[in-house]
Nanobody, 127 residues
Framework: QVQLVESGGGLVQVGDSLRLSCVLS????????MAWFRQAPGKEREFVAA????????YYQNSVRGRFTISRDNAKSTVYLQMNSLKPEDTAVYYC????????????????????WGKGTLVTVSS
């Protein structure tokens, strides 16, 4: 059974930092590109960041570039999202996704092209 389990969300103040984690079980983690998406209340799910399965190249949405960092630890089957300088507009449920055999898929920018999804973790940034 494939599972993606996110953790690390919570309530923080503007300017604070959080680190989200997502663990993949049931599949070989190193075979998957990993991505983070988010969905704010009343909005569609949007791409946040991704990291390739083989080349480790990273991709970011423009609004988080320079503030967020995605990384992966294949030995722990875990992908991380370090979020710094958080803003109220970062408030959302954050989901991780796994895409088999990819280093990059343009469908990620549309919230698509993902084989497995986690259930999400809520991040609330209070002003």
């Amino acid at each position: 059974q494939v599972q993606l389990v996110e953790s690390g969300g919570g309530l923080v103040q503007v300017g604070d930092s959080l680190r989200l984690s997502c663990v993949l079980s049931g599949r070989t983690f190193s075979n998957y590109a990993m991505a983070w998406f988010r969905q704010a209340p009343g909005k569609e799910r949007e791409f946040v960041a991704a990291i390739g399965s083989t080349n480790g190249v990273t991709y970011y949405q423009n609004s988080v570039r320079g503030r967020f960092t995605i990384s992966r630890d294949n030995a722990k089957s875990t992908v991380y999202l370090q979020m710094n300088s958080l803003k109220p507009e970062d408030t959302a449920v954050y989901y991780c996704g796994a895409d088999f055999g990819s280093d990059y898929d343009p469908r990620w920018k549309l919230g698509d092209g993902i084989d497995y999804w986690g259930k999400g973790t809520l991040v609330t940034v209070s002003s």
